[in-house]
């Protein structure tokens, strides 16, 4: 099946900086969506991407569609302490599926932001 | 709330016993999934449900675990003769049939 390879595995920065992770594939993705998972909760949807090329932001947070459908990034501006949690890629399971569900996720992000 | 929810938020039993797992998706969704999430890794894919079609089961580990989903709405995840490697959190998401998958907060089962 599919894997998602996110990088990095784990991040330390300080408030006010900026952050990039990204995510790769070997199959193309015709959906990519990046979600935020606090301790003890589920993950949040933070930015749904649906097509190649296709740059959305979301407040601070910004994310890209590869040209290639084989990768996807996340950049958040002005790190502050409540980003702080496990950002994670996901993709339809079958590949170049185009339909949510069955979704496969990448290892997670974790993001510690120093104060 | 008009969020997924799951209860019991917390589940310690003992091996070998069973459990069910419920989760309550948000009102209108049609389509319900559930996923296993182990100690600092990503999300394991279990079954779906979609409107009245059969649940695409693929994701299950063993005939040990199953699922149903009762009147297109409450779906109760159960695995029975519980094992120590069934020890994780058990979430559930919901969407309408081409939405983004909005998750519960999960359910943390430890097996003794």
């Known amino acids: 099946g599919q894997q998602l390879n996110q990088s990095p595995q784990s991040m330390f920065i300080q408030e006010g900086e900026d952050v990039s992770m990204n995510c790769t594939s070997s199959?193309?993705?015709?959906?990519w969506l990046w979600y935020k998972q606090d301790p003890g909760e589920g993950p949040v949807l933070l930015i749904a991407l649906y097509k190649a090329g296709e740059l959305t932001s979301n407040g601070r947070l910004t994310a890209q569609f590869g040209i290639t459908r084989k990768d996807s990034f996340l950049n958040i501006s002005a790190s502050i302490p409540s980003d702080v949690g496990i950002y994670f890629c996901?993709?339809?399971?079958?590949?170049?599926?185009?339909?949510?569900?069955?979704?496969?996720f990448g290892q997670g992000t974790i993001l510690t932001v120093h104060p | 709330g008009a969020g997924v929810s799951q209860s019991p938020s917390n589940k310690v039993t003992e091996k070998g016993k069973d459990v069910e797992l419920r989760c309550d998706p948000i009102s209108g969704h049609t389509a319900l999934y559930w996923y296993r999430q182990s100690l600092g890794q990503g999300l394991e894919f279990l079954i779906y449900?979609?409107?009245?079609?059969?649940?695409?089961k693929s994701g299950l580990p063993s005939d040990r675990f199953s699922a149903e989903r009762t009147g297109g709405s409450v779906s109760t995840l159960t695995i029975q003769r519980t094992q120590q490697e069934d020890s994780a959190v058990y979430l559930c998401?919901?969407?309408?049939?081409?939405?983004?998958?909005?998750f519960g907060p999960g359910t943390r089962l430890t097996v003794l």
């Open positions: 996901a993709g339809p399971k079958r590949a170049g599926g185009t339909s949510y569900g069955k979704l496969t």
């Open positions: 449900f979609q409107g009245n079609s059969a649940p695409d």
């Open positions: 199959s193309i993705f015709n959906t």
């Open positions: 998401a919901s969407s309408y049939q081409q939405g983004a998958e909005l």
